[in-house]
């Protein structure tokens, strides 16, 4: 039996920089406190593991491997061992890029959960653009 699909949306920002650029910057797990703060406002490498405190507690983060296809998957782990995916791309625009977060309805979010999370993305990578159009 397939397994069920969720309610997903796909944000978007489009940035003013090469996606080379965006993808460097957004790589760095270091550079997330800057800009991510709906994941994080700090992350440490300890024992090999990216662990940040969040507003669920302490998280692990898991990224993909560096990439030329502007992949920036991260799962996230949190404090009760549940895994989240969060598919993060950037595209080439033109001579800027788009960066696009899937974010899906996972179960037990309701609505306004999910419109909330929506919002906290949307505002992340509004941030990220800021800092890579200054």
């Not at 270091?30 to 700090?42: I, V, Y």
């Not at 992350?43 to 491997?65: C, K, M």
């Not at 791309?89 to 309701?110: E, K, M, T």
């Amino acid at each position: 039996m397939p397994s069920a699909t969720h309610t997903s949306r796909h944000i978007v920002e489009t940035i003013a920089r090469s996606a080379a650029d965006v993808y460097a910057f957004a790589s760095d797990p270091l550079n997330l406190p800057a800009w991510a703060a709906g994941l994080s406002t700090e992350i440490d490498l300890v024992d090999g593991q990216w662990v940040a405190e969040s507003d669920l507690g302490r998280i692990t983060v898991e990224f993909a491997p560096d990439n030329p296809y502007g992949v920036l998957d991260h799962t996230v782990t949190l404090p009760d061992g549940a895994r989240v995916v969060n598919p993060l791309r950037v595209v080439p625009n033109g001579d800027g890029c788009d960066i696009v977060f899937s974010l899906f309805q996972l179960p037990g979010f309701d609505l306004d959960a999910f419109e909330s999370d929506a919002a906290a993305v949307a505002r992340d990578l509004a941030t990220l653009k800021t800092l890579l159009e200054a």
